[in-house]
């Protein structure tokens, strides 16, 4: 993109980092800096930032509220001072772009309304699966659900792109058909330099959990396919990685599990994610809908095969070819998908060679980067022509 932008950028997670593990912070931060880097002027309004390098000097980052400030009412200061931040920086130079990131909450992005800068929408992702049973929820949750849905319709109504990380994402956009000329799809990227691929799978079998260890992840599901697991696959180690709310419990289950070898490592700092999962046979994560999965993608990455759920945005990632998808909460299926994975290291290493392949070529950041910058070509081409359209139409009148 030839074009050098004045982006203003609206990220209403509570974390933007470079380091610390924080899925929407790392995401969003991994596209800044290079957006950045690329000479676009980017003004970030931020909650809590956590950041340890340096960052370019076209990247202004203004905190505008603490990082646990995620009340309802909490986000309406955010939302105030966020026009008030982009009120003073428009009278500087005008922005060519807003983009609100993931996560789009809903009706952040209106406290710009007025404005006539074109507007982006996301990457959405899919929704976490619950299992809440609409019918079930009090009225007040369901008029909550409704007005949210209201206010969802308005806002992607005013964008000038919604831009979504995967095909299952979609569903999260209201009137989808209608909207089908302003939907992009750019999925979350990954540096491949930092996740090199593995020469070779291991020669102890290995099965890593590495994410937050909580329920909704899927950790007591594969505790309970483990157990079927190590009697078949002899000398088959489980690593879970990570911390979570509910890593005293999983503890409690690993000691009173026989005959399993079950190791924990506490919390692995950024730089060292790549290390550890080249070290084990496959990479699982049977989470009960995980929206993305970056985890996912640095495995494929490292050229590890991936056994997981066929659930929220993880069959957008991993195909046949590389890994095991089973449905939530079947320990049965999962333990079989990972015997049939352990039991080859031929399939081990045919299997990381295409996930890592399929990273190279639809997930490289660089790649992923230009999609954006495409994205944003689309509207201001298209902004361009629909003014040069009513000047033409003005002057025409005139005459």
């Known amino acids: 993109m030839k074009r050098r932008l004045r982006i203003f950028v609206a990220h209403p997670s509570e974390m933007l980092t470079d380091h610390v593990p924080h899925g929407d912070g790392l995401v969003a ?18 909650q809590g930032v956590e950041l340890r390098d340096p960052v370019p ?13 995620t009340s309802p009412l909490q986000r309406l200061v955010f939302m105030t001072r966020m026009r008030r931040l982009f009120q003073r920086l428009q009278l500087e130079a005008p922005f060519d772009v807003i983009h609100q990131m993931n996560p789009v909450f809903t009706g952040l992005s209106l406290a710009l309304a007025g404005t006539e800068t074109p507007l982006v929408l996301g990457a959405f992702v899919p929704r976490w699966q619950t299992t809440d049973d609409p019918a079930r929820l009090s009225m007040r949750a369901r008029l909550v659900e409704r007005a949210e849905h209201v206010v969802a319709r308005i806002q992607q109504a005013r964008a000038a792109a919604l831009v979504v990380a995967s095909a299952g994402a979609r569903s999260r956009i209201h009137d989808a058909e209608r909207h089908r000329d302003h939907i992009f799809e750019v999925p979350h990227g990954i540096d491949l ?3 090199p691929v593995r020469p070779a799978p291991p020669s102890r079998p290995s099965v890593l959990f590495l994410s937050s260890v909580q329920y909704r992840k899927g950790i007591f599901t594969l505790l309970d396919a483990f157990a079927r697991v190590a009697p078949a696959v002899p000398g088959v180690e489980l690593v879970v990685a990570g911390l979570g709310p509910d890593l005293a419990e999983v503890r409690r289950r690993a000691e009173r599990m026989e005959g399993c070898t079950i190791r924990f490592t506490g919390r692995v700092a950024r730089e060292q994610v790549g290390d550890v999962m ?3 046979s496959v990479y699982c994560l ?13 495995a494929m990455a490292c050229g590890l095969p991936v056994v997981a759920t066929r659930a929220g945005g993880i069959p957008d990632l991993v195909s046949s070819e590389g890994g095991r998808l089973v449905p939530p909460r ?3 299926a999962l333990a079989a998908a990972l015997v049939e994975v352990l039991q080859s290291r031929q399939r081990q290493c045919e299997m990381g060679t295409y996930n890592r392949a399929r ?13 954006l910058e495409a994205t944003y070509e689309a509207i201001l081409s298209k902004a361009n022509g629909v003014r040069n359209e009513l000047a033409t139409g003005a002057q025409e009148e005139a005459c």
Do not use: C, N, Q, W
């Open 57 to 69: 000097a076209s990247l202004h980052i203004h905190p505008l509220s603490r990082s646990d400030a």
């Open 193 to 195: 330099s930092r996740f």
């Open 359 to 371: 990273v190279e070529r639809l997930f490289d950041i660089e790649k992923t980067v230009d999609r």
């Open 330 to 332: 079947d320990a049965d």
């Open 286 to 298: 049977p989470s009960i809908g995980e929206p993305f999965g970056m985890t996912v993608l640095e």
């Open 278 to 280: 080249r070290d084990h």
């Open 29 to 46: 931060f991994s596209y800044l800096s290079r957006l950045a880097a690329r000479g676009h002027e980017l003004h970030v309004a931020a």
